[in-house]
């Protein structure tokens, strides 16, 4: 069974760092390529970043381009977000979400964790 | 790439037939898929590359369009469809979602 848990969401003050984690289990997760996408209190989904399966294609939303790192360990079966410089727009639920297939080309996401929140306020 | 859902919000009854419509700010090719999401829950993937219903979704979610412009249709509402709705297109970086329709009970 294809597993997704977020970790490392909590409360922190504007321009404050957090870094998120998403282990993934219940698949060969050195084959998929991963993504995070976030939703503001009430508010709609908002892609945030992609990364490829062997890490040679990144891809950021221009909201969080140049504060958030996309990262991942095939090793541990593990996928991060470095967020650094955080302001309160940045407050959301966090989901990683993996396609369905291993395919070059994602086309959708399938499988999504259960998301972890993120609030940033002083 | 910008993707505008109407309505934003609907109201219908159980067995109604409901339309919702995806429009893209320039083509997409057929790269669009579509979400439902309830309450406090992740999304869930229907509809992939415009049409092709994902596994174990029943069949009276359907999609259509390529280009510009997608419809989702639900043939009989369920009690259980009730729900919010988003597009995501997959033709480029950054991807991007529809803001949401909200289908609510009449």
């Known amino acids: 069974e294809v597993q997704l848990v977020e970790s490392g969401g909590g409360l922190v003050k504007p321009g404050g760092s957090l870094r998120l984690s998403c282990a993934a289990s219940?698949?060969?997760?050195?084959?998929?390529?991963m993504n995070w996408v976030r939703q503001a209190p009430g508010k709609g989904l908002e892609w945030v970043s992609s990364i490829s399966s062997s890490s040679s294609y990144i891809y950021y939303a221009d909201s969080v381009k140049g504060r958030f790192t996309i990262s991942r360990d095939n090793a541990k079966n593990s996928l991060y977000l470095q967020m650094n410089s955080l302001r309160a727009e940045d407050t959301a639920v966090y989901y990683c979400?993996?396609?369905?297939?291993?395919?070059?080309?994602?086309?959708?996401?399938?499988?999504w964790g259960q998301g972890t929140l993120v609030t940033v306020s002083s | 790439i910008q993707l505008t859902q109407s309505p934003s919000s609907l109201s219908a009854s159980v067995g109604d037939r409901v339309t919702i419509t995806c429009r893209a700010s320039?083509?997409?090719?057929?790269?669009l898929a579509w979400y439902q999401q309830k309450p406090g829950k992740a999304p869930k993937l229907l509809i992939y590359?415009?049409?092709t219903l994902q596994s174990g979704v029943p069949s009276r979610f359907s999609g259509s369009g390529s280009g510009t412009d997608f419809t989702l249709t639900i043939s009989s509402l369920q009690p259980e469809d009730f729900a919010t709705y988003y597009c995501q297109q997959l033709n480029s970086y950054p991807l991007t979602f529809g803001q949401g329709t909200k289908l609510e009970i009449k």
């Open positions: 979400a993996r396609p369905d297939t291993a395919g070059v080309r994602t086309l959708n996401f399938d499988y």
């Open positions: 219940g698949f060969t997760f050195s084959s998929y390529s």
């Open positions: 320039q083509g997409i090719s057929s790269y």
């Open positions: 590359a415009a049409s």
